[in-house]
């Protein structure tokens, strides 16, 4: 059975390591130089006592090399499942060839056991990989940007990308066997995948540890954190302040409108006097605003602000806790195969 | 030895459609079986449940005296060439083989090795680039070499040319008689199974019709030509299956244990495709009546 699962495959498992083999060329032959300059960029910058500049211009080289490699990793779970899973039985069921495999001498959970470990195991080896140079690959940037929370870094980061695999994996192989179609299990396979990466990180993800909010009173102490005014809907709208209190590489899931005693959200143009660098359309940024002056001049105000978010020190747990939600998918998914193909019989 | 195929009131229902209905069949074992039946009659659902791939809604089989696919011995004791012969498109011949000898630990590589250069198939050759007899034959290779007990074999020969139906069925008789295998065979033509067939199953919309040694079947059954009468002036003894009367004649098909007296008839014996016609359109015929009473009785 190994063998035959091994000789359906061989063809797959070579086209992936072709692809991981050129994947791994890339990574090392642009990475290595990457992280030399690095090295440099932050020996000279930190003498100089100024890395913004520097590192930013760094970080922008590598952007559209960046930005693809993500995609790469993005996509291969999504790959796996539509190419590995899906076929996996489904073209079996189409092409009738199950019936071959059923009436040789190995019972068809035999059959289904070892083809689902088989590639099953494949497909998060292959996404490992990827996974694995990606996160070496993007070390250097990741630290300049901060924040290993953004969707599309955790997505591909570590071990989550191991998990997406094997669900995705499952998700291909539950669909051929049901619709016992290939083309239509892969379209499916497909529009399910995205639905969920985009439910996950939007919905389940912020919720899988409890979050942090904090309370800060606007004076001059919060505020010399802040890094912006964000304003909805004019000069007489809401506003709020980013960058309050929060260490960097937290993973701000939302913050409350500023407020005054009452809870009561204030309009920008309240504070209009306090904010003397900033124009009338209520939009905020770094340049040339001193937000420790704005906190001592609202000092007295008493408003307030609070900010709901998870601490850098979550992200290996949620890391952890994402990878055994799929997971538990994954063994949900391949527990139902199993029961369709004893049960349902043909 | 147990029977091949032992049916208790076996029923299989796919919605509110009924495959198969209260079949009851016991086959001895050491036949050639021919399962003969118009499209759709239920074959197919019989010989899958047969050899395990169906389950069945209702009744009980038991196949060489065990539950069908129960176990690894179970599915080794039975070969199952499913319709159409399905092989793998992208495996060589070769692969096939192999396939055979990983999967099945009686597997009889010197026959498969033979029957392959036998019939001049070129191992290195894709099996979706075979023809549909060579791939009925390579399907039947990886089958026989299985050394099962029993061959289920569905329809095997619906979709070749004569001459290769020829072949495939002397290869298939050729084994059958070397190995002393048990063989089902289904078709939907009676020719194909006279010459191969020594018991004969008839289902007809999804029931059992007849069932028996070909010999004795044909040794039973008489066509009686007479003058115009009754079913009721027939000798009691007789059971009618068929009545067709014209103004003058009447013409009967009956089946006795004993020769039809003499009388003022006429008394034959028929031909198996005769013989096979006649239950299916009795079983045809009293499933229009039927359906007519029921219209009737929604008036």
């Not at chain 1, 070496?136 to 630290?143: F, K, N, R, T």
């Not at chain 1, 998990?163 to 619709?179: E, K, P, R, S, V």
């Not at chain 2, 198969?20 to 239920?42: F, K, R």
């Amino acid at each position: 059975m190994i063998w035959l699962t091994w000789r359906q495959f061989r063809a797959q498992a070579v086209a992936a390591v072709v692809i991981l083999a050129a994947a791994t060329a890339y990574f090392v032959a642009t990475g290595l130089g990457m992280h030399h300059s690095y090295a440099t960029d932050l020996a000279s910058c930190t003498a100089q006592n100024d890395c913004d500049t520097l590192l930013s211009q760094l970080r922008y080289k590598y952007d559209a090399m960046f930005n693809l490699a993500e995609l790469l990793v993005v996509a291969a779970p999504a790959l796996i499942g539509i190419f590995w899973g899906a076929p996996l039985i489904g073209r079996e069921l189409e092409t009738g060839t199950h019936q071959v495999a059923w009436n040789q001498s190995v019972t068809r959970t035999r059959w289904l056991a070892i083809k689902l470990a088989g590639v099953g195991l494949a497909s998060m080896a292959t996404a490992g990989v990827l996974s694995y140079l990606l996160t070496w690959w993007a070390g250097p940037l990741d630290q300049i940007d901060g924040s290993r929370f953004a969707a599309m870094t955790f997505s591909t980061r570590d071990i989550v990308p191991l998990a997406y695999a094997a669900f995705a994996f499952a998700l291909g192989t539950i669909a051929g066997l049901l619709l016992r179609r290939t083309i239509p299990a892969m379209a499916v396979t497909l529009a399910v995948f995205i639905g969920i990466q985009v439910l996950v990180p939007t919905m389940i993800r912020p919720n899988l540890l409890p979050s942090t909010t904090v309370t800060y009173t606007l004076d001059e102490s919060s505020l010399s954190q802040a890094n912006g005014i964000f304003g909805q809907g004019g000069s007489s709208g809401d506003f709020y302040m980013s960058g309050l209190g929060v260490s960097q590489g937290a993973w701000v899931l939302s913050s409350t409108p500023v407020e005054n005693s009452s809870d009561q959200p204030i309009p920008l143009n309240a504070i209009q006097s306090c904010l003397p660098a900033i124009g009338p359309n209520g939009k905020g940024g770094r340049g040339g605003t001193d937000f420790a002056q704005v906190g001592s001049c609202l000092a007295h105000d008493n408003l307030h602000e609070s900010v709901t978010y998870q601490p850098s020190s979550h992200y290996w747990p949620i890391q952890w806790f994402e990878s055994g939600l799929f997971l538990v998918l994954t063994a949900l998914l391949s527990g139902a195969c199993f029961w369709w193909i004893r049960r349902r019989q043909n | 030895m147990s029977a091949i195929l032992h049916a208790q009131a076996l029923g299989k229902r796919y919605g509110r459609r009924q495959a198969l209905a209260e079949c009851t069949l016991e086959i001895p074992p050491g036949h050639v079986v021919g399962l003969v039946g118009p499209n759709g009659a239920g074959k197919t659902t019989l010989l899958k449940i047969a050899c395990g791939m169906l389950a069945p809604t209702s009744g009980r089989i038991e196949v060489l005296g065990e539950q069908p696919a129960a176990d690894p011995t179970q599915l080794a004791r039975i070969g199952y060439v499913a319709q159409d012969t399905p092989t793998y498109p992208n495996l060589s011949v070769a692969d096939h083989l192999k396939l055979g000898a990983k999967l099945n630990p009686r597997w009889d590589a010197e026959l498969a090795q033979a029957r392959i250069e036998q019939l001049e198939l070129d191992p290195k050759q894709k099996a979706g680039k075979l023809s549909g007899g060579q791939r009925a034959q390579l399907a039947l290779t990886v089958a026989v070499a299985k050394r099962p007990e029993l061959l289920i074999l569905d329809e095997p020969v619906a979709s070749l040319d004569p001459l290769a139906r020829r072949s495939f069925l002397r290869h298939l008789m050729e084994s059958v008689a070397e190995n002393g295998t048990s063989v089902i065979l289904s078709s939907h033509l009676v020719s194909d199974l006279e010459r191969v067939c020594d018991y004969l199953v008839v289902l007809v919309s999804s029931r059992l019709q007849l069932a028996g040694e070909t010999d004795d079947l044909l040794a039973q059954h008489y066509r009686i030509v007479c003058t115009r009468r009754k079913e009721s002036d027939l000798p009691s003894d007789l059971e009618v299956i068929w009545a067709e009367h014209t103004d003058r004649q009447s013409t009967f098909v009956v089946r006795g244990d004993a020769e039809p007296p003499t009388g003022d008839w006429v008394a034959d014996h028929l031909e198996l495709e005769d013989l096979v016609l006649t239950y299916m359109e009795r079983a045809a015929d009293s499933g229009r009546r039927a359906k007519t009473l029921k219209t009737e009785d929604a008036r």
